[in-house]
């Protein structure tokens, strides 16, 4: 069974830091990009609604950002804890969402494509003074 739990997150004043944690079982951490992504307060149901992509970690080490958190979030990965983090600095107000952590792996073993894409419960950060 694969879960992903998030922890840290919470209620920061604008200009705060949070980080954030994602700690996998039931998935081969080391193989799997992991990544962040976010969606705001109260949309979580709504149809046709996307998470944004925050920031994600391949198994290679390549990080993406999303332009909006570029120099001020740090994604990062410990394989041997199978966790993935999110420093946020420097946060501001239209940083409140719900924050997912994902895995996701694609495979072609055998000419037989399986992507393997899994989604933690979120972690609430709110940014207000």
């Known amino acids: 069974q694969v879960q992903l739990v998030e922890s840290g997150g919470g209620l920061v004043q604008p200009g705060g830091s949070l980080r954030l944690s994602c700690a996998a079982s039931?998935?081969?951490?080391?193989?799997?990009?992991m990544g962040w992504y976010r969606q705001a307060l109260g949309r979580q149901r709504e149809p046709g609604r996307q998470?944004?992509?925050?920031?994600?970690?391949?198994?290679?080490?390549?990080?993406d950002y999303a332009d909006s958190v570029k120099g001020r979030f740090t994604i990062s990965r410990d394989n041997a804890k199978n966790t993935v983090y999110l420093q946020m600095n420097s946060l501001k107000p239209e940083d409140t969402a719900v924050y997912y952590c994902?895995?996701?792996?694609?495979?072609?073993?055998?000419?037989?494509?399986?992507?393997?894409?899994?989604w933690g419960q979120g972690a609430q950060v709110i940014v207000s003074s």
């Open positions: 994902n895995s996701y792996y694609y495979s072609d073993y055998g000419g037989v494509p399986s992507e393997y894409d899994y």
């Open positions: 039931g998935i081969i951490f080391s193989i799997n990009t």
């Open positions: 998470r944004e992509l925050v920031a994600r970690i391949t198994s290679g080490g390549n990080i």
